[in-house]
């Protein structure tokens, strides 16, 4: 059974920084695609970045140069790295093996203004 725990969110002031980390497990295979997606209060979820186990990553519009995605292959592993935070960054957070339908049960991010 896999599972993806996500840990890092919480409550910063406008630009300032954020570290999200997901750790995967029940898996002995690294994952090909791994992702963050983020849900705002009555809007859809969102995908935010992701990346592929060669380290490829890809961004949303809106959070490029500012957000930068990470992995460790050896410990399933991602990270999200959240610098200039805005208010509109302020969602909860999901870990993601894309494709494969697993999710983390999430991770609130607040940015006040």
């Known amino acids: 059974q896999v599972q993806l725990v996500e840990s890092g969110g919480g409550l910063v002031q406008a630009g300032g920084s954020l570290k999200l980390s997901c750790a995967a497990s029940g898996s002995d295979v690294s994952f090909a695609l791994m992702g963050w997606f983020r849900q705002a209060p009555g809007k859809q979820r969102e995908f935010v970045a992701s990346?592929?186990?060669?380290?490829?990553?890809n961004y949303a519009d809106s959070v490029k140069a500012r957000f930068t995605i990470s992995r460790d292959n050896a410990k399933n592993a991602i990270s999200l790295q959240m610098n200039s935070l805005k208010p509109e960054d302020t969602a909860v957070y999901y870990c993601?093996?894309?494709?494969?339908?697993?999710w983390g049960q999430g991770t609130q991010v607040t940015v006040s203004s």
């Open positions: 993601s093996v894309l494709y494969l339908g697993y």
């Open positions: 990346i592929t186990r060669g380290g490829t990553s």
